[in-house]
T-cell receptor, first 114, second 112 residues
Framework: DTGVSQDPRHKITKRGQNVTFRCDPI?????LYWYRQTLGQGPEFLTY????????KSRLLSDRFSAERPKGSFSTLEIQRTEQGDSAMYLC????????????FGPGTRLTVL | SQELEQSPQSLIVQEGKNLTINCTSS?????LYWYKQKYGEGLIFLMM?????EEKSHEKITAKLDEKKQQSSLHITASQPSHAGIYLC????????????FGKGTKLSVKP
């Protein structure tokens, strides 16, 4: 157990529906990262937060994706009008260390879009 | 092209055998991180290497960083079925946002 939790662990949805995932990082960690991992690939960076501020978004994050971290603690990732290509594992990471790259990952949310 | 290349892509070894997984970067490495992932689960942090020539060990797993070659290797001694999984290397390539760039992973199977 890394201390990072994600909910739900699995989500099956129909194309066109909206979905929302939640990440609870290690408490007092002020940064939080979201990654996406498709089958046979390593995780790819989506976005990150410093406290409640979203500081960077990857070009992978289309307009249908939105992420929030309203109180600088938990974060949510919403996908609107899901497409089959959104099927992936969505991972949240809670980093520590002086350069924030000792990253502890949650168990992930596996999304399947039918 | 992939910034981090891992080899081999998959590996099947007999229990008790040693094995090595390699990770090569096309860019300067500012830090190299090894993770293990079981299918359908999150990443488990194994080791972090930051200095050229650095070598770290945990139980039967040893990782080394060759800064000149921009390469790291992960060596498992006397493999066990519990070592099976996907091994991922992640790198800090100096980006301002601090995220890691990952290789595609090496799938390890250990036959009892």
């Amino acid at each position: 157990d890394t201390g990072v939790s994600q909910d739900p662990r699995h989500k099956i949805t129909k194309r066109g529906q909206n979905v929302t995932f939640r990440c609870d990082p290690i408490s007092e960690h002020n940064r939080l990262y979201w990654y996406r991992q498709t089958l046979g690939q390593g995780p790819e960076f989506l976005t990150y937060f410093q406290n409640e501020a979203q500081l960077e978004k990857s070009r992978l994050l289309s307009d249908r994706f939105s992420a929030e971290r309203p109180k600088g603690s938990f974060s949510t990732l919403e996908i609107q009008r899901t497409e089959q290509g959104d099927s992936a594992m969505y991972l949240c990471a809670s980093p520590t260390g002086s350069s924030y790259n000792e990253q502890f990952f949650g168990p992930g949310t596996r999304l399947t879009v039918l | 092209s992939q910034e981090l290349e891992q080899s081999p892509q998959s590996l099947i070894v007999q229990e008790g055998k040693n094995l090595t997984i390699n990770c090569t970067s096309s860019k300067t490495l500012y830090g190299l991180y090894w993770y293990k992932q079981k299918y359908g689960e999150g990443l488990i942090f194994l080791m972090m290497l930051q200095k050229g020539g650095e070598e770290k060990s945990h139980e039967k797993i040893t990782a080394k960083l060759d800064e000149k070659k921009q390469q790291s290797s992960l060596h498992i001694t006397a493999s066990q079925p519990s070592h099976a999984g996907i091994y991922l290397c992640g790198a800090d390539l100096g980006g301002s946002q601090g995220n890691l760039i990952f290789g595609k992973g090496t799938k390890l199977s250990v036959k009892p």
